[in-house]
């Protein structure tokens, strides 16, 4: 039973299912614009997670077939640069990848 019922539970145009994929694999270009930082990949790709975790960049929202998802070794390296040097350090170590690497 749901703590408020007032919220349906079928999607809305307002609301979707927390089980879907984002948005973000359709989309044409990766999300992120003014005055968000510009990380070139999904931002839930881009955090290191070990397979089967539900979150991060094993988050099954972000599907394989996301051509915004980062490779994994991006994420590992974007990870460490994120905490060691912060959010800008990161986004421009992925978005450098994502430019060279063309997709
Ligand atoms: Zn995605």
Redesign the pocket.
């Known amino acids: 039973m749901p703590a408020d019922a007032t919220i349906p539970q079928a999607p809305t145009a307002v609301h979707g299912n927390a089980s879907q994929p984002?948005p973000?694999?359709a989309a044409p270009e990766p999300p992120g614009s003014e005055p968000f930082i510009d990380y070139g990949y999904?931002r839930?790709?881009l955090d290191h997670q070990p397979p089967g975790a539900r979150h991060g960049s094993s988050d099954p929202r972000?599907?394989r077939s996301?051509p915004?998802?980062a490779p994994e070794r991006v994420a590992v390296q974007f990870t460490k640069v994120f905490a060691w040097n912060g959010a800008r350090a990161a986004a421009a170590l992925s978005k450098a990848h994502r430019d060279r690497s063309g997709k």
């Open positions: 984002y973000c694999h999904c839930t790709s972000c599907p996301c915004h998802k």
